[in-house]
């Protein structure tokens, strides 16, 4: 089945501490995405990547990294994590034509 | 540079009533236009896509949107509202090689 995987599903953790939220999709896509979803403020994107070792700055990239060493993989990286980066994550991708993202399941941040 | 208006954070309607969920959009290009549904504790669905082809696109679930260029607008319609329908809907706009920009929302509320 084609899909985008993200977990944890769920992840509460305390200020400071570094943490992965792991994303991977089979469908061999080039673009991947993450966003992070806030009540009344919609969808916001963290980081992009348009390939391999390619990747850029979305509109809220302060306290995320991320790394694309692999085509299906798109991890993203919480060095420091502060209360304000509690949040609903989504991991998307989808192919060079623009036909749309296909969207993981998200993952549920809470940073105490 | 891009974006994207929802018109009402909530809708309501009765079973069996129109849905009609409005979105404007600014594009300094000719845009691909998004809808997008997502269903509690669920990751976005793509529900259907405007890529400059036919103006009046259908989706999945009997819902369908028209493109229209003169108002800027992109706005989404289901002529009979069933309870399933119940959910966050999401208009997105890009350029044909951009990261889409998403809009704030509109949670669809379905009575009996």
């Known amino acids: 089945e084609a899909q985008v995987t993200q977990n944890p599903r769920y992840l509460i953790t305390v200020t400071g501490k570094k943490l992965t939220v792991t994303c991977s999709q089979n469908m061999n896509h080039e673009y991947m995405s993450w966003y992070r979803q806030d009540p009344g403020l919609g969808l916001r994107q963290i980081y992009y990547s348009m390939n391999v070792e390619v990747t850029d700055k979305g509109d809220v990239p302060e306290g995320y990294k991320v790394s694309r060493k692999e085509k299906r993989n798109f991890p993203l990286i919480l060095e420091s994590p502060s209360p304000n980066q509690t949040s609903l994550y989504f991991c998307?991708?989808?192919?060079?034509?623009?036909?749309?993202?296909?969207f993981g399941s998200g993952t549920r941040l809470t940073v105490v | 540079a891009q974006s994207v208006t929802q018109l009402g954070s909530h809708v309501s309607v009765s079973e069996g009533a129109l849905v009609l969920l409005r979105c404007n959009y600014s594009?300094?290009?000719?845009?691909?236009l998004f809808w997008y549904v997502q269903y509690p504790n669920q990751g976005l669905q793509l529900l259907l896509k405007y890529t400059s082809a036919a103006t009046l696109v259908k989706g999945i679930n009997g819902f369908e949107a028209e493109f229209k260029k003169s108002e800027t607008s992109f706005h989404l319609t289901k002529p009979s509202a069933h309870m399933s329908d119940a959910a966050e809907y999401f208009c997105a706009v890009s350029g044909s090689g951009d990261i889409p920009t998403f809009g704030r929302g509109t949670s669809l509320i379905v009575h009996p």
């Open positions: 594009s300094s290009v000719p845009p691909y």
């Open positions: 998307a991708s989808r192919t060079g034509g623009n036909y749309g993202y296909t």
